[in-house]
């Protein structure tokens, strides 16, 4: 994405605000700033801080997909096994010191589950999260699964195969130093979360495929 019109501008210094000092405590005059930009302006583009927060997490969530190269690493394997691990690896990825250092994808995490729980959270913003599910990750759970053409076992079988690392997400925020720390702990963590993951998917297909 260009950063060089007005509203991109306004869109990644606001990302890089709120990053680092998260919703509460940025101001609209802080983005300003970074941006060097003034109120009008952001007001025009995005109406007003909440909106603009949305449109950053959902930034956020794209980029994940973009720089991961997800889709192409899941393309390039040719069983659903290898493509699942893949799409662990990529979210494992986040977590590992070696992939950030300062800890700034830690952080838009964080701010990403906190909207995501809140009470008054609106769905639209994470439509791109439901695009990569239905797109990417649900054939891949599909397969693993087949011959079951239940939606609903799908469903779910996609909701609980790719839900395990959200609790590693969870402790690291709770605990700084619960992160992966080199490329030996994330292949490590990876294969381990796959393995578990699988097991269970070949239990549902047995069950669903008497």
């Known amino acids: 994405m260009s950063k060089k019109s007005t509203r991109n501008k306004i869109l990644f210094a606001a990302s890089d605000v709120f990053c680092e000092r998260g919703f509460e405590k940025t101001t609209i005059r802080d983005i300003c700033a970074v941006a060097d930009v003034n109120v009008a302006s952001i007001n025009y583009h995005f109406g007003d ?8 997490l959902a930034l956020w969530m794209e980029d994940f997909v973009e720089k991961a190269g997800l889709r192409e690493r899941m393309d390039s394997k040719s ?3 290898d493509k699942f691990r893949e799409y662990i690896h990529a979210e494992l990825g986040t977590l590992c010191v070696k992939n950030d250092p300062d800890g700034l994808t830690l952080n838009r995490v964080r701010l990403i589950l906190q909207e995501l729980t809140a009470e008054d959270h609106k ?16 054939p891949v759970i599909k397969a693993l699964i087949t011959p079951c053409e239940d939606p609903e076992v799908i469903h779910n079988a996609c909701i609980a195969a790719t839900s395990m690392t959200t609790h590693y997400f969870l402790m690291a925020m709770d605990d700084p130093k619960f992160t992966l720390q080199t490329q030996e702990d994330l292949d490590f963590t990876t294969d381990f979360l796959t393995t578990f993951a699988l097991g269970g998917l070949k239990a549902i297909k047995e069950k669903h495929n008497d």
């Open 79 to 81: 069983t659903p096994e």
């Open 49 to 56: 801080k909440q909106n603009l927060f949305y449109k950053v």
């Open 123 to 138: 769905p639209e913003v994470f439509a791109c999260h439901k695009e990569l599910d239905e797109k990417v990750i649900y």
